[in-house]
């Protein structure tokens, strides 16, 4: 079992109790009878001229500020009815109203008896609003609000609820008689009605309380489990031997046509929503879809029902043991995701070690099994179905590696979809669908070894992909060194002439911007095996032949050219590869390498190299590798041989350019044998100058502030920093020479 889908499991059970803040949605009820003191009864939907005399008989709606009610037209423009003239009965409205009471405390994670208590009526006309508030608890074990909006033709009053950073709108608008919209939330989360633009919005108001006991209860806050969930998550992306995605079965069944974030109940939405903040924050793709196993095979008739998985079956069915499973298939299908939309993935497959946890399967009854007694040359057989929603995710660094799991079917259209879009797309977007591309092929060729995800004509089509690929996106300049893996396994698929041109193609056109990346890509080439992948001489010598050389004409050339630094490791990779190809291309790059030290420089890439080509003792029988040693030995050795002395008294170089007043007094104190130290009392603009002139000449000085007075003065002492920097250059210089046997 992988950590992550043991940790996810442990995480969520530590959620405080299941459901969200708040609960909503269209119902289709018995309607009650409705009856109001000076008005009569009420019709549905509310017609206006009733609406009109139910405001005649209303008053302006108060709202609480601190322990006070107060009126505030400002705050709160909406008309309520005392619940004393209120008469609300019908022969069915009793079960309905405790039906909807049970099923709103089910999705507020409440499973305890929960009475409400009919509070007011009130009529939202046109320009009605209530501005941001929290409900205060008006009678003893209240712990949330349920609303019901009774069918009426109006517009706007959408009612917003808001918890710890979340926003969930209601905008339902019954018109049907035999339709309401309800709402229910906690009371101290904080909600507003929108304004009614047009018609009248009548709803009834109840106090959600606790039977028998007072207690407090608060909307659930999952934030400690959330960042908990969230930190899990993270390290995900970049774990080895984590599975790509991971699926958390939810417990309640649901058919596709309900399937969604908005309908999940009881516990399943309380996961639901933690999964949803911690993924966002941990930058994970998260989906909603129905999980199925379908198994089929030979099977023994039984007559008997033992408690074993394969005996599990629904009452009144065949009773049948199972000899043998010949075909499973496990995939999630109905994709949803978190704002309700359908993501376009068709079905998907999965592993049982993606379900988090593993055996989250082990204990459930087949939602479909089917037993056929044996005919003629065919022995009994059975076929069974397990479905359950749930939850999928991902790190969205390995959506790629999710899409590939789908199979040819999913990524060759999506691979020539990136090439269409690559094509047509400004040059700052291109290396984007390259690098998508780059990473889906990876994919793919890792996985096309599998059988089972492969058609005998995919082969083709995937070789005339990869051909595609390198030629016209690789080959035109969009490449990095990451490319490289997946170039040479995808070069492996070509023929090995067609290879070879692509990839000589792809160092010619790249060599010169990245040509490091392209001696790795050599090196994996002579790497395969008999040089399976390419000719490698030809790679090597295309190269060669492209090699950076005279900076100053290139930059005639291209006044906007800014190569890369020219690395150790470059000349590692160049040497090794064309050392084992030939001996001829090998002298042929290391000449040109020495031939443009301002390049190749000594320092930084030469003589480092040369180091690392003294610890492989393979490459000691190499020519190239003895010219380089030698060259560096000849630098190393001509450094050591100049003269290195202490100074012996103040006079220091002067490598100022600046020709300012203040850098020529510094510069006349720098050459000055007796003068020590340097003072400079001015505004902090031109001692500020002076400390950038300074250090970018690397003067041989230590330069402080005094802070009294104003302004303050800037103080240069001088140091022996060259004369420390050369002994300390002679030493590595010895070390170096030693390291290299000379």
């Given at each position: 079992m992988s950590s992550i889908a043991a940790a996810l499991p442990d995480c969520l059970r530590s959620v405080e109790r299941p459901g969200d803040f708040c609960v909503g949605g269209l119902r289709e009820i018995f309607m009650p009878t409705i009856d109001v003191e000076g008005v009569g009864r009420i019709a549905f939907p509310l017609p206006a001229a009733q609406a009109e005399r139910l405001v005649a008989v209303a008053e302006a709606a108060p709202h609480g500020r601190g322990e006070e009610?107060?009126?505030?037209?400002?705050?709160?423009?909406?008309?309520?009815?005392?619940?004393?003239?209120?008469?609300?009965?019908?022969?069915?409205?009793?079960?309905?109203?405790?039906?909807?009471?049970?099923?709103?405390?089910?999705?507020?994670?409440?499973?305890?008896?929960?009475?409400a208590e009919f509070?007011?009526?009130?009529?939202?006309?046109?320009?009605?609003?209530?501005?941001?508030?929290?409900?205060?608890?008006?009678?003893?074990?209240?712990?949330?609000?349920?609303?019901?909006v009774l069918p009426s033709a109006h517009r706007g009053g959408e009612l917003v609820v808001r918890h710890l950073g979340r926003e969930v709108m209601f905008d339902p608008h019954p018109e049907d008689p035999s339709e309401i919209g309800f709402a229910a939330f906690y009371a101290d989360c904080l909600h507003e009605v929108r304004p009614v633009i047009t018609g009248h919005r009548p709803?009834?108001?109840?106090?959600?309380?606790?039977?028998?006991?007072?207690?407090?209860?608060?909307?659930?806050?999952?934030?400690?489990?959330?960042?908990?969930?969230?930190?899990?998550?993270r390290g995900w992306a970049g774990a080895e031997d984590e599975p790509d995605k991971l699926i958390v079965p939810l417990e309640h069944a649901y058919t596709p046509a309900e399937?969604?974030?908005?309908?999940?109940?009881?516990?399943?939405?309380?996961?639901?929503?933690?999964?949803?903040?911690?993924?966002?924050?941990?930058?994970?793709?998260?989906?909603?879809?129905?999980?199925?196993?379908?198994?089929?095979?030979?099977?023994?008739?039984?007559?008997?029902?033992?408690?074993?998985?394969?005996?599990?079956?629904?009452?009144?069915?065949?009773?049948?043991?199972?000899?043998?499973?010949?075909?499973?298939s496990l995939t999630l299908s109905a994709w949803r995701r978190p704002d309700g939309g359908e993501i376009g993935f068709h079905d998907f497959p999965f592993d049982e070690e993606e379900l988090c946890p593993p055996d989250a399967f082990d204990e459930l009854r087949p939602d479909e099994q089917h037993f056929h007694e044996a005919t003629g040359n065919e022995g009994a057989s059975f076929e069974r179905t397990y479905r359950r929603a749930g939850l999928v995710l991902w790190p969205r660094a390995r959506r790629l590696a999710v899409l590939n799991q789908a199979g040819l079917g999913a990524t060759l259209p999506y691979l020539?979809?990136?090439a269409k879009r690559w094509e047509t797309s400004d040059t700052a977007v291109k290396r984007q669908f390259w690098g998508e591309a780059d990473e889906l092929s990876g994919h793919m060729l890792r996985s096309w070894s599998r059988?089972?995800?492969r058609r005998e004509d995919d082969t083709d089509a995937g070789r005339m992909l990869i051909d595609e690929l390198l030629a016209e996106l690789s080959a035109k300049g969009h490449y990095a060194a990451s490319d490289n893996e997946a170039i040479v396994r995808a070069a492996a698929l070509l023929p090995r002439p067609r290879a070879t041109d692509l990839l000589v193609e792809i160092v010619r056109r790249n060599a010169a911007a990245h040509f490091g990346a392209c001696a790795d890509l050599l090196m994996r080439c002579v790497a395969a095996p008999n040089e399976s992948v390419a000719d490698a001489a030809k790679i090597g010598a295309a190269l060669i032949d492209v090699l950076p050389g005279d900076p100053d004409k290139r930059l005639a050339l291209d006044p906007w050219a800014r190569p890369g630094p020219v690395l150790p490791g470059f000349v590692v990779d160049l040497l090794t590869a064309t050392s084992k190809i030939d001996a001829g291309l090998a002298a042929r790059a290391v000449e040109h390498l020495l031939a443009w030290p301002r390049t190749y420089t000594p320092d930084a890439v030469l003589v480092p190299a040369a180091l690392a080509f003294a610890k492989r003792a393979e490459s000691l029988a190499w020519p190239a590798i003895g010219r380089l040693r030698e060259a560096a030995l000849d630098h190393l050795r001509g450094r050591i041989a100049l003269p290195l002395e202490a100074p012996r008294d103040w006079s220091r170089a002067n490598p100022l350019k600046c020709t300012c007043d203040d850098c020529r007094a510094l510069g006349a104190f720098l050459i000055d044998p007796h003068q020590q130290q340097w003072r400079l009392r001015a505004a902090q603009n031109r001692r500020t100058h002076v400390e950038e002139s300074v250090r970018n000449a690397a003067c041989d000085v230590d330069l402080a502030t005094e802070r009294r007075g104003s302004p303050h003065t800037l103080i240069a002492t001088k140091n022996q920093a060259s004369y420390e920097r050369r002994a300390k250059q002679r030493r590595q210089d010895l070390e170096h020479v030693s390291a290299l046997g000379g």
């Open positions: 009610t107060v009126l505030d037209r400002d705050v709160r423009r909406t008309w309520q009815i005392d619940p004393r003239r209120i008469q609300i009965g019908g022969r069915s409205w009793e079960t309905t109203l405790a039906e909807l009471v049970t099923d709103a405390a089910r999705g507020l994670g409440v499973e305890e008896p929960v009475a509070y007011k009526l009130l009529v939202y006309d046109s320009g009605s609003f209530f501005l941001n508030h929290r409900d205060t608890e008006k009678t003893p074990g209240m712990f949330a609000t349920l609303v019901i709803i009834l108001v109840y106090n959600l309380r606790f039977l028998g006991k007072r207690r407090s209860l608060r909307a659930p806050d999952y934030r400690a489990v959330e960042a908990q969930i969230a930190d899990l998550l399937l969604s974030f908005d309908a999940l109940k009881g516990a399943d939405a309380g996961v639901a929503s933690v999964l949803i903040e911690a993924a966002a924050a941990a930058e994970c793709d998260l989906h909603l879809v129905l999980v199925s196993i379908e198994e089929s095979g030979s099977a023994e008739h039984t007559g008997n029902y033992r408690r074993r998985r394969w005996d599990r079956d629904d009452e009144g069915d065949e009773e049948f043991e199972v000899a043998e499973v010949f075909d499973r020539e979809d990136l059988a089972t995800w």
